[in-house]
């Protein structure tokens, strides 16, 4: 992983996720599971110091985050390497 990653997801979502096998391996890679709402987080003038990108509209509505694809973002936090 190039940069540092959080995925969110609501505490439901996440523990079952931590239930497959696919959660091992997400860790491995660095990824930070997190069930802070990221809207909530980003709304902290602390956050706004900080380049963020997303693949949420509206994240990128109401924050400082920047958007992107979903495919855009993989080759940004893999440094291509999955392309």
Known sequence: MVIPTVFTAAPGVMKRFEQT?????????GVILSYICPLMYMNNPLSEKMPVITSSNKLRTYTSARYYTDDEILAQITGGALQ
């Open 21 to 29: 096998e696919y959660a091992p391996r997400l860790k491995a890679t």
